[in-house]
């Protein structure tokens, strides 16, 4: 039977902490095996990306598999881009069957952005209808109606974009995945506090758990870049300078510093219910945030 | 109306290459006016086939040019029918419907496509297109303001924007306008948000079965028609 950890966290008053780790392009998962185990006992749950912007990897549900293998707690991203309805509910059955409980609904990056732009981009759903087709398969039925043989139980994410440029029609999704039974949202990166303080005060109206998103620049130039070419990300100018100030191969380390100082202040002053810890590909440093941002999860 | 554009010369000559008697043929509607094979365009790729024959190259095509109303349409395919007995293949300057309405009524002889047929739409300024209709059988318009997300959102979502969306433009190109931010304006300017506001479930991608048949039956007429 399933063990609902994350769930059961979802529903204390602990400042829940959440990260992500990508999986390799290729069948050496020797590195993720790596960085699950660091952060497995310092995280609440570790997200598992589906082929982040586009580009072909191995695939979430696999790494997945790898983090409960490994004993942690993993998060089933999954996204509408690559899958029909079949496809979806089939991998669902799967997750649920090896108790992998946690889902994180996504439409999913754009084909045009990653690595196989020649691909047939699938999204014969969306989101807000993924997770709806979830809470249908919980009811014992597939999305057309049909009995299953044994029913499963998730626990439902998604994702917001407190910072985004035109934030209404955002909201108005994020009510309507709130409707379609998310009980937690990770935010898209970041970095200023304004505005998730601005989203925090009308999210509070509803009975869900909010954790902010947090990006680890490496440098000035990953912060431009992903500006230009990552989806939903908005790193603001200062940030940049901030990065650009430090001698080369310091990078890194203020990129953590400015991630610590971000979750510092939204414990502090309790911005959100937790943070979700986006490295992109400096997993190994997640605890070293952690320990300076002083936050530690509680253990059971 | 339906926006094609032509086939680069090099590939046509391929195409053409084992036949000897070619006829260029042109289609007078949606071809015609989007500048990729009305009967302007099949002259000047006449020219371009002589100029690039007589630079070199062993072929000695022999050309003849035409131009129908609509190739779609059997009853315009009829004047077709002495020329294509003197040809070996017809060139298509039409739509991929009319190179195939050509394929079925003249089974004797091959058709190659002069176009590339890309999408339903229309021309924003001179010289650009721009895709309005996927002629997805399940027109959902009304809730949209009249902006289509199947066809302008490039995910075709339907519950509102991706996150990807930023300067009111979209993720996958910066150039391109994100479907959900003008369906946001124009429904808010319209006073109709609580349409967004709705859960759209998953489409039916059998509304109409591919490959599609529309068979018209009688619209029955309500009281105020009669």
Known sequence: MANALFEEKLHSDEFLVTTEIGPPKGVDVSE?????????????????????SSVMRFPSLGGCLLVKECGGEPILQMTCRDRNRLALQADLLLAYSRSIVNVLCLTGDSIDVGDHKEAKPVFDSDSVQLLKMIRTLESGKDVSGNDLKGVPKFCLGASVHPEADLIEPQLIKFEKKVAAGAQFFQTQGIFDLASLRRFMQYASQFDIKILAGIIVLASARMAKYMNDNVPGIIVPEAIIDELASVEKGKGLQKGIEIAAKLIRTIKEENLSHGIHIMAVGNESVVPDILEAAEVEVARH | MIVAEQKPLPEIRRMISPYERVLILGCG????????????????????????????????????????????EPEFLEMLVDKVGEVDVILSLGCGIGVQAIAERFPDTPVLPGVNTSFMGISSEQ????????????????DTAGICPVTRCTKGILNGPCAGTKNGKCEANKDMDCAWVLIYKRLER???????????????????PRPKRLVRTPVALGEDDG
């Not at chain 1, 095996?33 to 598992?48: E, G, Q």
């Open chain 1, 32 to 52: 993720m095996i790596h960085h699950i185990d660091i952060l497995k006992d310092k995280v609440d749950a570790i997200n598992v990306t589906d082929h982040q």
């Open chain 2, 190 to 208: 319209l006073g109709q948000l609580e349409k967004m506001r709705r859960y759209y479930p998953m489409r039916n991608f059998r509304a109409i």
């Open chain 2, 127 to 142: 010289g650009v297109w721009d895709e309005r209709c996927a002629a997805c059988g399940d027109c959902r318009l009304e």
């Open chain 2, 29 to 72: 509607t949606c071809m015609t006016v989007c500048d990729a094979g009305g009967e302007r365009e099949v002259s000047f790729l006449h020219n371009a086939l002589r100029v690039a024959q007589s630079k070199g190259g062993n072929e000695a095509h022999h050309f003849l040019e035409s131009t129908l109303k609509r190739q779609c």
